[in-house]
């Protein structure tokens, strides 16, 4: 029974955390996700929590669980959800604050010496010779041998 609860809790966590993480906000209360996202991870939690009492049961090595656990992962899951959303504040209130005397474009400067591999750059462009007043002419490239 161990081993279902454990299937059970770690995915209905797993699958409910990606609302916590794909957001800098409260997920459903400031920012609602799409409905094929809601849908898909209800799904999988759904069908992870009826498997255990499902005929694959003892092929996978499950036992059915009792009603007080469901109540238990109720707490468990809101338990690690709210852990996860502390955490996700801790770490973008620490890198919003960048650290002090540091350079701030060191990040679009790495990028671009990243990219600067995959892209393909234009021919430089040289810039027009001036001549100046009253010095010596460039010689002329015309081809023939000088004498």
Do not use: C, N
Request: no cysteine.
């Amino acid at each position: 029974m161990s081993r279902s609860g454990w299937f059970v809790e770690s995915l209905a966590t797993q699958s409910l955390v990606i609302f916590a993480i794909r957001t800098r906000t409260v997920p459903f209360f400031r920012s609602h996700p799409s409905l094929p996202l809601t849908l898909a991870a209800l799904g999988v939690v759904l069908v992870g929590a009826v498997l255990p009492a499902s005929p694959l049961a003892a092929p996978l090595g499950f036992a059915p669980l009792p009603g007080g656990f469901f109540a238990a992962l109720v707490v468990m899951v809101i338990g690690h959800l709210v852990l996860v959303e502390l955490g996700k504040r801790w770490f973008y209130r620490a890198a919003a604050t960048p650290p002090t005397g540091a350079p701030t474009d060191l990040g679009t400067r790495f990028v671009r010496r990243r990219a600067a591999r995959f892209s393909v750059a234009a021919p430089p462009v040289r810039p027009l010779r001036r001549r100046r007043p009253g010095g010596p002419r460039p010689p002329a490239a015309t081809g023939a041998d000088p004498e």
